[in-house]
């Protein structure tokens, strides 16, 4: 443990969470180190973290993945105490590591991540939002047990060989089953929680779901183009003399911006206004990316829009059926 007292200004504190141990490295206004702390992963945790950070009087926290299960009541404990948490896409912590090299330690990811913070000053304070992290749970497992079927079945079409089409078969069925009852679980819950959002063309189950896990509270966003920006849909300006070009935002929360992509392929392919729009941006010589960058853009809005009124006028078709 190390630390080094500073006058009165706002140290960010970065944390690096794993299942087995958090690390909190502190940085002043000026980016410099200030103090350094590994705790056990326990009961405990939260508790150490904020006794050691109380040393800096004025003080906020950046936390990579602040949703993440095992480091859910460590930032629980945070925000009961009354302090400022953020929470760090892992994408945009990894920016900074390959901008300062390819040395990577706990201490670093931590620097980097408040480093993230000091670099985005739009980023908006964590506030969980209703039965977040059982979505979190149920998306995120959806989306890796459909990418682990997806091989499975082409390992399945490339075999030739009669004992391993037959080994496949069980894996493949029992994924495929797996898959429809989380799949379910998000259709109760997401029913439940935004059937505003449902009604929209492009989402189901599986998008909303993810939007309402990755959004959180969206009370968290002052307006629908700080939503745009945390979706890593935003463009970023890029000029040097006389050219100037907006580029795509790399960062940003990716699976976020994997849902607003799945609404604007569906749109494309069902949506009269939306295939106008392609083709009328298309003849005045837009890329496709870009085409989909914009529509990204504007079906974040769109989110932020109905999020924001649901918020203000809360309406509830029943209980979420959670699971244990």
Known sequence: MTSIETAEEVVTIGVDPHPGSH??????????????????????AGKELLSWGRQFSQRRWAIEGAGNRFVRSVVLELIAGG?????????????????RGVKKDDVIDAANA???????AGLPRYVPGEHEAHLKAVSRTYQRLSTELKRLRMMKKA??????LEALEPGIAGMAEALEKLKSE?????EALA????????????????VLAEVGDIGRFPDREHLAAYGGAAPIPWASGAHAVDRVNPGGNRRLNWAAHIVVRTRLRLDERTQEFRDRKL????????????????????IFAVMHHARAHPKRLGQARLAA
Not at 159 to 164: I, K, L, N, R
């Open 23 to 44: 690390t909190a490295t502190a940085l002043d206004q000026r980016g410099g180190q200030v103090g350094s702390v590994r705790v056990a992963n326990g009961d405990d």
């Open 83 to 99: 302090e400022e948490v953020y929470s760090i896409p892992p994408s945009l912590t990894s920016q900074y590591r390959s901008r």
């Open 114 to 120: 408040a480093r993230a913070l000091q670099a985005n």
């Open 159 to 164: 075999a030739t060989d009669a004992v391993v």
């Open 186 to 190: 998000l259709a109760a819950v997401t």
């Open 195 to 210: 059937p505003e959002l449902l009604e929209r063309l492009g989402f189901g189950p599986v998008v909303t779901g993810t």
């Open 283 to 302: 003849a005045e010589g837009k890329t496709e990316r870009a085409i989909i960058r914009a529509l990204k853009t504007y079906v974040l809005r769109e």
